[in-house]
C-alpha cells in the first residue's frame, strides 16, 4: 500500500469507515443495539423495519433511531435453534395490513399471519420441529406475489428426501397458506432435498437463490428451480448425480455457516455466523454468479440477518448473544452500511 493510501485507510477507521481499493468508503452505523438474538429483518411501506427476536418472541419495530415492542407471539417455544425466526411483509400491506412469521411451537414449526395488534393466526401448522437444531425459518415473499419458506430436516435426515414431510424443503404457498398454483405437485413442497434453508432471495432477473448450511464440510449457495432435489443428505456440496441440483458456491463451515440473504445492487449477500462476516457475491445479468468477497471479517462477530433497505443501505444483524459467540459491548445489534 502506498504511504497516501495507508493514511487514508486509517483515517477512515478512526472515522468508522471501510474502504475497499478503487471503490467510494462505505459508512456503517448502528441502528439498534442491545437486542437479544435478532433473527430476521423486513421493511414496511414506510420504510421502518420489523425484526424477529428468537427467544424473547418479539416483533420490534425499528424506525429513526428508535426500537419499540409492537407485538409479541404466542406460542413460540425458544429451544436451540427454534423460536421466532422468520418475518415477511405482504407485498399488498398497503391495503391488506399483513405481516407473516415463523416460528417454534411445541410440536412444530408453523406459519401465521397476523396484523399489527391483531392475535397472529397459523395458516401453516405441522412443519416438523428439530428440538434443538435444523428448523429452518427462511420466510420470504417471491416476484410472483407469493410466499415462500425455508425448512431444516428436524435433525432426521431421512425426512429432506420424503416428499409427504414439509422438513428439508422450501416451500411455496398463497397468502392464506394454501400451495401456490404451479407448485410441482398439489402440495407446499417446490423443492426438495435441503438440510437446513435459512435465507431467500431473488435477483433483478427474478431468478431465485437459497442459502443452506451443510453438515461437516460444506455449506451452498443454491439456484432454486421447481421440483428441484439439492440431494441431502446424499450430497453435501456438489456430487455430481443426475438426480440432484449442484450448488452454485460452498464454502467451508469454517468460514461460512450461512444464515440471511439479500439481493442488493446487483449482488448476493450472505450473512455467515460462525465465519464472521458478510459474503459478496456478484451476480451478471445472466444469473451467474461471480467470487464471493468477505465483508467484516471477524469485526461485528457472528452474522444472522440480512436486508436491502428501501433507503438504498444495507442492514444487518448480529447473534453474539445466541449462546455461541462473543458478547461485544451494545449487542446485539443491527448495522446499516452504504457497502
Partial sequence: MRFREGLLAVAAVAMGLSLTPGTAAAVERDVATDLVVPWDIAFLPDQSALVTERGSARVLSV?????????????????????????????????????????????????????????????????????????GGGLSFGPDGLLYA??????????????????????????????????????????????????????????????????????????????????????????????????????????????????????LYMAALRGQRLWKIPVGADGAVGQPAALFSGTYGRLRGVASAPDGTLWFSTSNRDGRGSVRPGDDRIVSTTS
Fill in 63 to 135: 424506525s429513526d433511531g428508535t426500537t419499540r415492542e409492537v407485538a409479541r407471539i404466542p406460542g413460540v417455544v425458544a429451544e436451540g435453534e427454534g423460536g421466532l425466526l422468520g418475518i415477511a411483509v405482504s407485498p399488498s400491506y398497503t391495503t391488506d395490513g399483513y405481516v407473516f412469521v415463523y416460528y417454534t411451537s411445541t410440536s412444530d414449526n408453523r406459519i401465521a399471519r397476523f396484523r399489527i395488534g391483531e392475535t397472529p393466526q397459523p395458516i401453516v401448522t405441522g412443519i416438523p420441529r428439530g428440538r434443538t437444531i435444523h428448523n
Fill in 150 to 267: 425455508g425448512t431444516g430436516d428436524a435433525g432426521n435426515t431421512a425426512n429432506a428426501q420424503n416428499p409427504s414431510s414439509l422438513a428439508g424443503k422450501i416451500l411455496r404457498m398463497t397468502m392464506d397458506g394454501t400451495p401456490a398454483p404451479g407448485n410441482p405437485t398439489s402440495s407446499l413442497v417446490y423443492s426438495l432435498g435441503h438440510r437446513n434453508v435459512q435465507g431467500l432471495a431473488w435477483d433483478t432477473g427474478g431468478r431465485m437463490f437459497a442459502a443452506e448450511l451443510g453438515q461437516n464440510r460444506l455449506d451452498e449457495l443454491n439456484g432454486i428451480r421447481a421440483g428441484g432435489n439439492y440431494g441431502w443428505p446424499t450430497c453435501e456440496g456438489a456430487c455430481n448425480d443426475p438426480r440432484f441440483v449442484d450448488p452454485l458456491l460452498t464454502w467451508s463451515t469454517a468460514t461460512a455457516s450461512p444464515s440471511g440473504l439479500a439481493f442488493h445492487n446487483g449482488s
